[in-house]
Antibody, heavy 127, light 111 residues
Framework: QLQLQESGPGLVKPSETLSLTCTVS??????????WGWIRQPPGKGLEWIGI???????YYNPSLRSRITISVDTSKNQFSLRETSVTAEDTAVYYC???????????????????WGQGTQVTVSS | QSVLTQPPSVSGAPGQKVSISCIGT?????????VHWYQQLPGTAPKLLIY???RRPSGVPDRFSASNSGTSASLAITGLQAEDEAFYYC???????????FGGGTRLTVL
């Protein structure tokens, strides 16, 4: 059974770079045509989609975060990563890594959902 | 204005039926993008509850159902149980912004 696990520092200073890694276990992330991505949840608030990447490296980002976000993939390690630059207190959140599935692929696909979630990792931006 | 709007809270007694609405726009649900629903129990990650408007993943009880109409969607829970107490989120696609979006979430309280 496929599982996702986030890892990375829980505390990041303002203006610095947040880096998180998601490790996929129980199977190969490149064995199917899924996309992999990140979603975050600020304290006491709802969910925000950050971005996704395919196992071949095709990525799509939330336009509101695009200038600060990079998602990369390393299929040899069964991992994908998030890098978010110039963080502020507004980036404080629980960050979830997810698997995206759907009836089609890519941005603009009419039916895409997130069927696997990691347990989430708390990231606090504070000096 | 949020792309997907949900009521902040709903409540019901055990055994009753509750419904949670998800009001979208002509560029999201109204444009034909499917709606998916997630359940987030306290202190846990969200879990996929309904996908492609009305399909249930394996293991989700048939007490949970969903439907769409026009620019809105609705999640129904029948035979309410204490374990259903959680936050529920709808999700779809915002075509003008080319991004996947979630509703603000609805807190279900079982009285």
């Amino acid at each position: 059974q496929l599982q996702l696990q986030e890892s990375g520092p829980g505390l990041v200073k303002p203006s610095e770079t947040l880096s998180l890694t998601c490790t996929v276990s129980g199977g190969s992330m490149s064995s199917d045509d899924n996309y992999w991505g990140w979603i975050r949840q600020p304290p006491g608030k709802g969910l925000e989609w950050i971005g996704i990447i395919s196992s071949s490296g095709r990525s799509y980002y939330n336009p509101s975060l695009r200038s600060r976000i990079t998602i990369s993939v390393d299929t040899s390690k069964n991992q994908f990563s998030l890098r978010e630059t110039s963080v502020t207190a507004e980036d404080t959140a629980v960050y979830y890594c997810v698997r995206q599935d759907g009836l089609c692929r890519g941005v603009g696909c009419y039916s895409v959902w997130f069927d696997l979630w990691g347990q989430g990792t708390q990231v606090t931006v504070s000096s | 204005q949020s792309v997907l709007t949900q009521p902040p809270s709903v409540s019901g007694a055990p055994g009753q039926k509750v419904s949670i609405s998800c009001i979208g726009t002509s560029s999201s649900i109204g444009a034909g993008f499917d709606v998916h629903w997630y359940q987030q129990l306290p202190g846990t990650a969200p879990k996929l509850l309904i996908y492609a408007n009305s399909r249930r993943p394996s293991g989700v009880p048939d007490r949970f159902s969903a439907s769409n109409s026009g620019t809105s969607a609705s999640l129904a829970i029948t035979g309410l149980q204490a374990e259903d107490e959680a936050f529920y989120y709808c999700q779809s696609f915002d075509s003008p912004q080319s991004r996947w979006v979630f509703g603000g979430g609805t807190r279900l309280t079982v009285l």
